[in-house]
Structure formats: C-alpha cells, structure tokens
C-alpha cells in the first residue's frame, strides 16, 4: 500500500485526492509536478478503482512520459499499461486508426522540420521565387502558425502567390501519404468534430485525462483536450505559468492563466515548496520573477540550507566570458567534488556556443551540446531512414528521390526527370512510375520485395538487409575518405537503435520510424555524467542540474533585442532567465561580457535590464578589480544613459548622435520592414546625409539612410 501522507506535503496530497471535474495545479520550479501527476495516476487507480485502460496523460517530450510511466509502474508494483504519451505521439497513434477518414492510409509518414523545408524549397523554385534558407524558414513558419491556429491550408481563401506556394505544400504531402509535426494534432481535431462516432468513443473511453507542462500548450491542442472531454469535464492540468517560454513556437499563456476562468468550478492547488535549490537560488529566481504582471500569483520558497551566493562574473570579453566558465568546471572538477556531467553551460542563443566550445575543447572538457546538429538529421542515418520509409509508404516522393541513386548506381537527373514525367502522365507516386521505366525497374523491383512485407516487418532486420545488400558501408569509405570511419560509426549506432535496450519486443518498421520522428532534442540527448552540457535556455527546460553557468546577460540577449519592443515579449524573456535560474541546485553561476565578437567585429554590450531586478545582496561579484566599475555603471545609469555609452563603446562605433538632436541614438534598437529588429552601432552624418549602421540578427550588418528608407 502506498503511504500518501507520508510520501507527499499537504498541497500534494491535495492535489492527488481530487476525484471528478477539473482541477489545476499550479507546480513551481523543482515542486514535485511529476510526482503528484504520478502518485495521482496511482492513486486514481489505487484507490478510487479506476480502470487504468479509462486514464489518458499527455506530456512534450518521450523522456518525460517515459519517466511518469516507469514511476507509475514502480509506485503500484506493477505494469497497468496507463496510455501515456506526448500529444504528437498520441494523436500519431489514434491517426493510424483513423487517417483514413481524411484520405490518409494507416501506414502515412511524419515528416520531420527538415524534411518539412526541403519541399518548401523545391515549391519555391517551381514557382522561380526566393529559396534562401530565410524564405524557406518563412514559410515554414507560417503554415505551421496557421496550421497550430487552426487553420486548414487547402481551405485558406486568400488569392496570393504566398498562399499558393502553401496550398501546393499541402498538396504534395497529401499526394506522398505523409503529414507533418502540425498536421497531427490539426488532423485529429479534424477527425473528432467530424466524426461524433470517433469523438465520443475516445472520450467515453479516457474518463480522467492528466496534462503536464500545460502552459506550453497552444490553441489546437486546447481544442483537442475540448472535444476529448465531449462527455465529461474530468481533467486535471499541472504547469507554472512562470515556465512559459515556447511563444515563439504557438504556445498560449492564456491557456493556463484562463483555466480557472473557463472551468469555473476548477479547483486550484498552488504548489510552491521547492525541493530541487538552495535557498538563495530561489530567493533570487522569486524576486524576478514577481516583476511580471500577468500571472497566477504565487512565491517559491524552500527549506533547504541557503547554500553558496551567486557568482556573478563580469568579462571584458565573451573570450574571457568562456575561459572562466572552463576554469571554474576545472576548479571544481579538480576539487574532487564534481563530475563533468554536474554542469551545465545556458546560453540564450545558438550563437554564443562557439567560442564557449573552443574553451572547452582548449581545457579538454568533454561536452554535449543538446540540439545541436542532430544524430537523426546526419547524411547517412537520413539515407537509410529515406530506404526504410520508401519501403513502410512508397508514396513518399522525397524520400524516393533521395535514395534514387545513393549509392550512386547510373540514376542522373535525365533518369529522374523521366520518372516524374512518367509519375504525372499516369498521376503515382515516383516509385510507382520507377516501376513502369526501364533503366529503374530492377532497383524498384528489389525495394518492391520490401514493400510486400513492410506491415509486419521489424526495423532492424531490413536496415541491417539494405546496409548489407547495397555495400553502403562500401559506399561511405569510397565517397568520404575523410571522415568514413565516423560516418560508419553512426550507421552502426543506428542499427543498435533499432533493439530496444529495456528488453521490450522489438519495434515494426513503421513503429521505429514514427518513435525517431516525434523526439525531441531533450529525448535524443544522452546527458551523460562523463560530458558538460552545453545548450540553449529552452532546451533545459524540465532539466536540472547541480552547477549551472548562465552565459550573456545582456541587453538584446537576455531580454533578446526581437523582444525589446514588446511587453508581453518581455515578460516571456523573464519567464526565461527564470527557468535558467532554477535549473540549479547547489550553484549558480551569471556572466556577461562588455564587448562580444558578432559578424566578425567586436560589439560593446550593456548588461541586461533584468540585472537591476534581482537581490544582489546574495551574489558574489568577480572579478574583484570589476566591482568599482559597477559602481560608475550604478551611478552613471541614475544620471545620462548618454554617458554609461561613451564610456562603454569603442571610438569607431560613436556617433554623432551624441552630439546633435537627432533621435536616432547609438544602441538604440529601431524596427525595419524587411530586415526585422536591429541595433544601431554606428551612425555618420546628419541631416538628409545620415547613414545608420545597424546590426540586423538575421542579415547582419546593413548600412541605411532614414531619409529615404522607413526606420521606426
């Protein structure tokens, strides 16, 4: 019997006991969100004899759904087999049964982001336009926002090139069997108003539906949990709503902030014990992020020991900047008390990894940058996974076009611009007409064996099959002598991928290829104790370590400068460096850098705003020589920001608008049709004469005239 007093505090157990109608739990950092999910999914079944087949808990990443299933099983002794999932990967499930309401057959693929853009691409050059990787990031970015919102792109009644381009990117999805990222959740949602039949026969079936991380929620999936609770209001959501940093991404803050507004009988339990940092870590998480407005009120507080005050390091460089962070994982390594795998190195932006990488190199510091160039997306895991899902759906056109002549096997350009004319003629996919064209009849006809048995066929067995029978280990030490060895390395890895290592059954081919599709960055990371972690703020989220650097607390990092002109922008670039902050546990380490190399040219920097909102009575400030220029940086901030930027920037990035009435101001941050948010570094003239020199994130550095082009 499992001893709920005993195991949890009073809030928790609160929250565990609820039964019927909907309950949300306001859990804090590091407050024990997963173990009141968990224990509550125990207790459901445990104590109120819910069927475990009725109960539905949907997370954002395998590795947290992973972790709530195996405490599940542990805290029952058993294994119930309680459906839990992410919401991509449960509505990928229930779309197998499913899809074919839509046209789909059950053996569709999931196109992953890069796949997703590769077509974009392609479109964008059919129709002779802009197929930069920016425009293509556009696009992308544009049908999936609408696709989140709800939206239905082949219904889009616009009369645009721009929603042409996406209508024939729908088109060609539909035409290949496959669906991407967004098209789950949007196509189920789809299914269940639909189909009253399939609406009501899932909700009558999960009577009690768990949601973790709700604030990370977006529209559609609000929706999809609406029509899942057609025939009940059992549901309970755990999130912090001061967690909340995927805006960029579609997800709504209103979601949780509005919860108790849209549920009016709600109940609402606040946890805000913190069981994960030391007391002043959490003071100085507490303290700033009680400057946001909008949000559900509450204050963490823990009774662990306070602990060692915040190291709060002020670099002339972002070289010097990276060299501390490496000598203090050195310091403390070669005290004894860590290991490599105890730190952990956030940073706001991709960017900032380099130089940080080339000190860690230096030191020989063996690292793991999280969502950096990703296993799954390298040349010759793609290439076999374009055979295996050519076999599983050979309406997958990409895909056949990229295995068509790896290894190279005589199939040029002319061989494909035959198959397509062949494939349009008679309306098939290109491995259908590959099956009607001569020269490509006895390569199809071998992957045709394949395809025969693709339902019942196991991952493994028809890689290791195609590896083996196209010499493509053969290929790889031919055509990349350079590099051969690594490249076979992570063909090897991949075939060891494919046996699951928890002594489970072995996966299908179309389980194995849906499972890598839907991980995330965080799933694919090994975040082993031998290697320092090094990633971006938004990869940690959900994470934790004992010593945490944060890296570049400046303006226009941390508050990002995309962010500086909106409040609500703001507020989520706080809502971030507070989930930083309580990554920590034991140690917590802030920098910035006065001057940082960008395009090649040395940047001066102001410390971020955010500085000035928390308790630095519990921070120690290095290096020592540093603290009289807080001082002048303190009294000079009271007096003229003017001064604080002749003092701090370099004589060839003053301008004269120090000195004359214009209202363009050296570091000002101003707003461009094209070029987005930039920053001005430089400025020559004045008058009608004036050119700005401003440095645009996305387009670098462009020099411009606000007398004949739109500066706000």
């Given at each position: 019997m499992i001893d709920y007093e005993k195991e949890l505090n009073e809030r928790q157990l609160e929250a565990v006991r609820h039964f019927e109608g909907?309950?949300?739990?306001?859990?804090?950092?590091?407050?024990?969100?997963?173990?009141?999910?968990t224990y509550r999914i125990a207790h459901l079944i445990d104590r109120y004899r819910v069927n475990p087949y009725n109960i539905l808990a949907m997370t954002f990443t395998n590795k947290a759904a992973d972790e709530m299933k195996k405490r599940v099983s542990m805290l029952?002794?058993?294994?119930?087999?309680?459906?839990?999932?992410?919401f991509h990967s449960a509505c990928a499930f229930f779309l197998r049964k499913y899809a074919h309401i839509l046209g789909y057959s059950k053996n569709y693929v999931i196109y992953d982001d890069d796949d997703s853009r590769k077509i974009i691409k392609e479109i964008l050059q059919t129709y002779s336009k802009d197929d930069s990787a920016d425009n293509v990031h556009r696009y992308y970015n544009e049908i999936s926002s609408r696709k989140d919102n709800g939206q239905d792109i082949l219904e889009l009644r616009e009369d645009s090139a721009d929603v042409s381009i996406m209508k024939a990117y729908q088109k060609k999805l539909l035409k290949s069997n496959a669906m991407d990222f967004s098209d789950l959740l949007l196509n189920m949602v789809k299914i269940l108003k639909n189909s009253d039949e399939v609406a009501e026969k899932l909700s009558s079936r999960f009577r009690f539906i768990l949601v973790d991380e709700f604030q990370d929620t977006n529209r559609i999936q609000m929706e999809l949990l609406l029509l899942l609770l057609r025939s009940h209001r059992n549901i309970c959501v755990v999130g912090d709503d001061d967690q909340s940093?995927?805006?960029?991404?579609?997800?709504s803050i209103e979601n949780i902030l509005r919860f108790d507004s849209n549920f009016e009988d709600a109940k609402v339990v606040k946890l805000e014990q913190n069981y994960r940092s030391t007391a002043a870590i959490i003071s100085v998480a507490s303290e700033l992020i009680q400057n946001n407005e909008k949000r559900h009120k509450k204050r963490l507080f823990t009774k662990n020991p306070t602990?060692?005050?915040?190291t709060f390091f002020t670099a002339e460089n972002d070289a010097e900047e990276a060299s501390f962070i490496t000598s203090e994982i050195v310091r403390l390594r070669n005290e004894g008390k860590r290991n490599y795998g105890d730190f952990s190195v956030l940073v706001r932006t991709n960017a900032q990894m380099r130089i940080i990488e080339e000190k860690l190199r230096f030191s020989d510091i063996p690292y793991e940058v999280v969502g950096g160039i990703k296993f799954y997306e390298r040349k010759e895991v793609k290439d076999i996974i374009s055979y295996l899902r050519v076999i599983a759906n050979p309406a997958s056109d990409a895909d056949f076009e990229r295995i068509l002549n790896v290894p190279p096997r005589g199939f040029g350009d002319i061989t494909l611009v035959r198959i397509k004319e062949i494939a349009q003629r008679d309306k098939t996919s290109l491995f259908e007409a590959s099956l009607k064209f001569q020269k490509t009849q006895g390569f199809s006809a071998y992957l045709n064996e394949f395809v025969k048995g693709a339902e019942t066929a196991l991952a493994k067995d028809v890689a290791e099959k195609i590896i083996n029978d196209l010499n493509y280990r053969t290929y790889l030490e031919q055509y990349y002598k350079n590099d051969y060895l690594d490249r076979i390395a992570n063909?090897?890895?991949?075939i060891a991928s494919m046996t699951p290592r928890d002594g489970s059954e072995p996966l299908t081919l179309s389980q194995f290829l849906e499972s890598i599709t839907l991980m995330s960055d965080i799933d694919k990371a090994s975040l082993s104790q031998k290697t320092v972690s090094l990633m971006t703020i938004h990869s940690a989220k959900g994470l934790e370590f004992p010593v945490v650097f944060i890296a570049g607390l400046e303006e226009n990092l941390i508050p990002h400068f995309r962010s500086v002109l909106d409040e609500d922008e703001i507020a989520e670039e706080r809502r971030l460096l507070y989930v930083a902050i309580t990554r920590a546990k034991e140690k917590l380490y802030i920098s910035w850098a006065k001057e940082r190399f960008q395009a090649g040219l040395p940047l001066s920097r102001r410390r971020s705003r955010f500085f000035d909102e928390l308790p630095t009575g519990l921070f120690t400030f290095l290096p020592v020589k540093g603290l009289k220029k807080e001082v002048v940086f303190e009294q000079k901030q009271k007096t003229q920001e003017s001064d604080y930027r002749v003092e701090y920037y370099p004589e060839f990035l003053k301008g004269s608008s120090l000195e004359n009435d214009s209202p363009f101001k050296v570091g000002m941050n101003v707003s461009h049709?094209?070029?987005?948010?930039?920053?001005?570094?430089?400025?020559?003239?004045?008058?009608?004469?004036?050119?700005?020199?401003?440095?645009?994130?996305?387009?670098?550095?462009?020099?411009?005239?606000?007398?004949?082009?739109?500066i706000l």
């Open positions: 909907p309950i949300l739990v306001l859990a804090g950092a590091g407050s024990g969100k997963t173990r009141v999910i029952l002794e058993r294994d119930y087999g309680v459906f839990v999932s992410t940093i995927y805006r960029w991404r579609g997800a602990g060692e005050n915040i063909v090897d890895e991949f049709s094209k070029f987005g948010i930039g920053v001005i570094r430089q400025i020559e003239g004045s008058g009608d004469e004036m050119k700005l020199l401003i440095f645009f994130e996305r387009f670098g550095y462009k020099k411009l005239l606000p007398s004949y082009v739109k």
